[in-house]
């Protein structure tokens, strides 16, 4: 079995945002040379996440920002965190670092209308994602 570790970097632009890093992925999957077996994709922040979701239609993300943001406002009573982005670390735990996808013939396995997000809860920053791609 061979291991390929990557990284990239991803500019956000707003203080919450998911961006479609579907193609960078890809490109490690398609560098590596692996066509059977899997590719972690590992953000390594506190206020950001990965996750898998529709990208054929942009209201999708908006939609998924719009609820996360009701279910935790910026600014909320009670929270002590002293750098006051506390609902963005509880936005990270919600979505989570990491997601993992099949690798066959080649390419990430994914449904149709799935593509792979990284999710901005604190930006705009500049970030890293980690990429390990498994298999022979
Ligand atoms: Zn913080």
């Known amino acids: 079995m061979k291991i390929i570790q990557q990284q ?3 500019s956000t632009k707003t203080r919450c945002q998911m961006v479609d890093i579907t193609g960078q992925v890809q490109s ?6 692996i066509t059977e077996g899997d590719a972690i994709v590992f953000c390594p ?3 950001a996440g990965i996750t898998i979701n529709e990208n054929a239609d942009r209201s999708v993300p ?5 609820a996360l943001e009701k279910i935790v406002p910026e600014h909320q009573a009670g929270f002590q965190h002293i750098e006051g982005n506390s609902d ?9 670092c990491s997601e993992q996808v099949l690798i066959a013939n080649g390419s990430l396995n994914l449904g149709t209308w799935q593509g792979i997000f990284f999710c901005e809860f604190d930006g705009p920053r500049n970030r890293r994602v980690f990429v390990q791609v498994r298999g022979q």
């Open 28 to 33: 490690i999957v398609g560098e590596s040379g």
């Open 88 to 96: 963005a670390h509880v936005k990270s735990s919600i979505v989570g």
């Open 62 to 66: 908006h939609d998924i920002l719009l």
């Open 8 to 10: 990239f970097s991803v």
């Open 45 to 47: 922040h506190t206020t």
